[in-house]
């Protein structure tokens, strides 16, 4: 209980700066405040990926915001570029959904190019589509989307979860949380989508697409913690502990609503 007062306080406090950032800051701002933030996520992935020791995590961190500051600085000026950075993210996690199944030995050098491959397209895909017209309402959709999945798995695991979805990674989680994450997710965009004026079925199928992904990543992030023998990614967030913990689900469900999003036509 007091776990769960900690991540409540943690999020009110932080939800009006980050609600703000997103609706009134230059995309410039956001993408330097998210640059950040992955930079944070790296120092948290090195060690998980077995680099934890003297300056390579700052080093691995410096090299994915170098590879950000590529991105920014070619990605949006080469159609071809930025189809290539989101290719990536969504091959990445592609393969992770492979390897939560299989759970191979991956080794370290694997492991870290796979963390810049989960950071620096999910800082692109938030960035891109924070620069589309209303792309601030839609980047508030996109985190609603994972929420309202968190929400709904959270109360319907807890009420009804019987069957566990993958008890040698996260033994918490089960089928029945999946289903009510899945379905809070679908609400919170039919009515995102009411909201903004877009098309209501292809919002939630896209959502649907974007709440697989982020369970991906959840879980991808708790196989390598369980590889690493540690209980959270960090102590930054008090009752989250680190930004990995926090945003696992984003860096696995953004590049995909983006993707999804652009490919399906879909207007805001």
Same mark, same amino acid.
């Given at each position: 209980?007091m776990d769960l007062k900690r991540r409540v306080a943690t999020a009110v406090a932080l939800l009006p700066p980050a609600v703000a950032l997103i609706l009134f800051a230059p995309n410039a701002a956001?993408?330097?405040?998210?640059?950040?933030?992955?930079?944070?996520?790296?120092?948290?992935?090195?060690?998980?990926?077995?680099?934890?020791?003297?300056?390579?995590?700052?080093?691995?961190?410096?090299?994915?915001?170098?590879?950000?500051?590529?991105?920014?600085?070619?990605?949006?000026?080469?159609?071809?570029? =930025?189809?290539? +950075?989101?290719? @990536? &993210?969504?091959?990445?996690?592609?393969?992770? !959904? *492979?390897?939560?199944? #299989?759970?191979?030995?991956?080794?370290?050098?694997?492991?870290?190019?796979?963390?810049?491959?989960?950071?620096?397209?999910?800082?692109?895909?938030?960035?891109?589509?924070?620069?589309?017209?209303?792309?601030?309402?839609?980047?508030?959709?996109?985190?609603?989307?994972?929420?309202?999945?968190?929400?709904?798995?959270?109360?319907?695991?807890?009420?009804?979860?019987?069957?566990?979805?993958?008890?040698?990674?996260?033994?918490?989680?089960?089928?029945?949380?999946?289903?009510?994450?899945?379905?809070? =997710?679908?609400? +919170?965009?039919? @009515? &995102?989508?009411?909201?903004?004026?877009?098309? !209501? *079925?292809?919002?939630? #199928?896209?959502?649907?697409?974007?709440?697989?992904?982020?369970?991906?990543?959840?879980?991808?992030?708790?196989?390598?913690?369980?590889?690493?023998?540690?209980?959270?990614?960090?102590?930054?967030?008090?009752?989250?502990?680190?930004?990995?913990?926090?945003?696992?689900?984003?860096?696995?469900?953004a590049p995909v609503f983006v993707v999804a999003w652009l490919v399906s036509g879909a207007r805001a």
């Open positions: 209980m956001l993408a330097a405040v998210f640059v950040a933030l992955i930079a944070v996520a790296a120092l948290e992935w090195a060690p998980l990926a077995g680099s934890g020791d003297a300056l390579r995590p700052w080093l691995f961190s410096a090299g994915v915001v170098m590879l950000a500051w590529l991105a920014w600085r070619f990605g949006f000026e080469r159609p071809y570029a =930025a189809r290539g +950075v989101l290719g @990536l &993210g969504l091959a990445w996690w592609t393969f992770a !959904a *492979v390897w939560l199944g #299989a759970r191979w030995a991956l080794g370290r050098t694997t492991k870290l190019v796979a963390g810049a491959l989960a950071l620096v397209p999910a800082w692109f895909a938030v960035v891109t589509l924070h620069r589309l017209e209303q792309g601030p309402l839609l980047v508030m959709l996109l985190l609603f989307i994972i929420w309202g999945a968190d929400v709904g798995a959270f109360f319907a695991g807890h009420a009804f979860g019987r069957n566990k979805l993958a008890p040698g990674i996260s033994p918490g989680k089960t089928w029945e949380g999946v289903l009510g994450g899945f379905a809070l =997710a679908a609400v +919170v965009a039919a @009515l &995102g989508a009411r909201l903004i004026g877009i098309d !209501a *079925v292809r919002t939630v #199928a896209i959502a649907l697409l974007t709440v697989a992904a982020s369970i991906v990543g959840d879980l991808t992030e708790s196989l390598l913690k369980r590889q690493a023998g540690v209980k959270d990614s960090g102590t930054l967030l008090p009752g989250h502990g680190g930004v990995l913990d926090r945003l696992d689900s984003l860096f696995a469900a």
